[in-house]
Nanobody, 124 residues
């Protein structure tokens, strides 16, 4: 499956952004989806994940209550609504597709396909 992330940009602290990830090539609803982020010089870290139907989600503690992951299987897309952004949310954000996990996963190694990343910059 091919993934194309978009929606990144620059925003002031306290603001909001909505990331989108468009999927193509395979049956989107067969994949759990996740968002990860990476800062230069640091490891890529888990942000949020959602199961195939959209009925179950999971978040990193650092974003819980501020970010919301959702998906639209009819549109082959997954979203990350980011509210009350903080400077420490600055990173390149990646969407990823996981074919095998029974629900969702926080582990990078469980994801089979990755998008190209979209930059989010939060100024304090």
């Amino acid at each position: 499956v091919q993934l194309q992330a978009s929606g990144g940009g620059s925003v002031q602290a306290g603001g909001s952004l909505r990331l989108s990830c468009a999927a193509s090539g395979r049956t989107f609803s067969n994949y759990a989806m996740g968002w990860f982020r990476q800062v230069p010089g640091k490891e890529r870290e888990f942000v949020a994940a959602i199961n195939r139907s959209g009925s179950s989600t999971h978040y990193a503690d650092s974003v819980k209550g501020r970010f919301t992951i959702s998906r639209n299987n009819a549109k082959n897309a997954v979203y990350l609504q980011m509210n009350r952004l903080k400077h420490e949310d600055t990173a390149v954000y990646y969407c990823a597709a996981d074919y095998n996990s029974p629900l969702w996963s926080m582990r990078m190694l469980d994801y089979d396909y990755w998008g190209q990343g979209t930059q989010v910059t939060v100024s304090s």
